[in-house]
């Protein structure tokens, strides 16, 4: 496409008022209504090439679209130019060699799909309609990660757009300074075209196992359940959430298990033993339909926020602030926001922490608070009550994923994702591959001199 103006596009370039103008600014979470001066629906690496040196020569920010699910929005630039991947969405497989190469606007769902028939995956979230991209350049937690680690550990190479406009390709053997920090260090050093992963024999099979207790009766469960996590095998990633229902709040506690159904059952009796659910749920979903099932629907129309931590112990304190919620009382109010963990370690934690951008290898729980509204009247309360959660935890908290930083953390919320060593070598990274912080709408790392 060419502009009467402007350079030319294999893919479109719009601009207020456009057909699909509207459709590619809105993003997961309902809060964000900026308008981008233009939107660049990149049809080839050409397009990004083009779409990073016009930004540049106009002056505007840059904001990069995977799947749209960051939180917090930094896709849509307000008056900047948005660089939108959606188009370069293929996933292609060779299963002999068992790796996948996905274009950087894929979804995590098409990878799944692509891999899945050859009875192969790799890690790559919970929810099918993340975009690989932002999930991978950030860490990238899923159901596989205790087996075979972060998405970002199954990365073999990036092919990647710098700030001044060049394309590279980052292994361990090609620039492995970038290649280390793409390993968790988000979207701070380039534009991701494409991803060569490295897949695993999974086969297809998982099982998941979820019982439901009364809040009131859920601490000695969880202290169970914590302890049971600690000596689980690498295909179970132990689950705890907390929410309410017109009940009264319930707090489920349970596994995910990807692998031989029959295997997982094993598990089975050590959980019933934890004490009397007032419900159970036990599936056998096929991976896909794992991958699919936290998916939202209607996810657009929500307004969203959420807060959340690393936590390494998670002793009976940690549960009791867990359970309330950031509340007195366990039955204060249903506008409470949901609360979960998810368990680390295994394979993830088998990578030395020095090894990639990711940090916080040693975590046992990722826990998350959050909550989804439809009616703007009820941002202020429900942001405020998601933090209230989150802040009663902050007393056993040790570090954050990057991924699940809030919009209005801010370079406090990068401190806290990054140890200072570990910053330190970033912001040196940084200052070499983006000195003038082209890609600075993300959860920022800032060259030296900024």
């Not at 299963?95 to 274009?103: E, F, G, L, S």
Request: overall charge negative.
């Amino acid at each position: 496409m060419t502009t009467a103006t402007g350079p030319r596009f294999d893919g479109r370039l719009l601009t207020s008022g456009d057909p699909g103008y509207d459709a590619a600014r809105t993003v997961w979470n309902a809060m964000i209504d900026r308008h981008p001066r233009m939107i660049v629906q990149a049809a080839s690496v050409t397009d990004v090439v083009t779409a990073v040196r016009l930004a540049r020569e106009l002056d505007l920010e840059i904001g990069v679209r995977c799947g749209g699910h960051n939180v917090a929005g930094l896709a849509v630039p307000a008056d900047g130019l948005m660089i939108d991947l959606t188009p370069l969405n293929g996933v292609r497989v060779d299963p002999i060699r068992r790796r996948a190469r996905v274009q950087g606007g894929a979804l995590l769902g098409a990878l799944d799909r692509a891999s899945q028939p050859y009875g192969l995956a790799t890690t790559a979230g919970n929810v099918s309609h993340t975009g690989v991209g932002g999930l991978t350049l950030g860490g990238g937690m899923g159901w596989l990660a205790r087996q075979h680690g972060l998405a970002c550990d199954n990365v073999v190479s990036y092919r990647v757009v710098t700030a001044d406009g060049k394309v590279v390709t980052a292994s361990r053997t090609e620039h492995p300074d970038l290649y280390w920090g793409l390993r968790g260090g988000g979207g701070n050093f380039g534009i991701v075209t494409d991803f060569d992963f490295q897949l695993h024999h999974t086969g297809t099979q998982t099982l998941v196992a979820e019982f439901d207790f009364r809040a009131e009766d859920a601490v000695p469960v969880l202290e169970g359940w914590r302890d049971l996590n600690a000596v689980a095998p690498r295909q179970a990633t132990f689950t705890a959430d907390v929410y309410s229902t017109a009940s009264g709040p319930l707090a489920t506690v349970g596994f995910v298990w990807v692998g031989d159904p029959a295997q997982g059952h094993q598990l089975l009796p050590a959980m019933r033993a934890l004490g009397r659910p007032v419900a159970e749920r036990v599936t056998t979903p096929s991976y896909l339909e794992l991958q699919q099932r936290d998916d939202t629907a209607g996810g657009h129309a929500y307004r969203r926020y959420s807060s959340a931590h690393y936590l390494r112990q998670f002793p009976t304190a940690a549960i009791e602030a867990f359970l309330l919620r950031g509340a007195t009382d366990l039955h204060a109010g249903t506008e409470l926001p949901g609360v979960g963990l998810q368990a680390y370690g295994g394979a993830i934690a088998d990578i030395a922490d020095a090894d990639t951008a990711f940090g916080h290898r040693g975590t046992t729980f990722e826990f998350g608070a959050g909550s989804r509204w439809t009616e703007p009247s009820e941002d202020d309360s429900r942001t405020a009550a998601a933090r209230s959660a989150a802040a009663a935890l902050d007393p056993y908290a040790d570090g954050v994923y990057v991924n699940s930083l809030a919009a209005d953390e801010g370079q406090r919320g990068v401190r806290r994702a990054y140890p200072d060593a570990k910053l330190a070598r970033l912001t040196a990274l940084k200052t070499v591959w983006d000195p003038q912080n082209v890609f600075h709408l993300n959860h920022n790392i800032r060259p030296s001199h900024a």
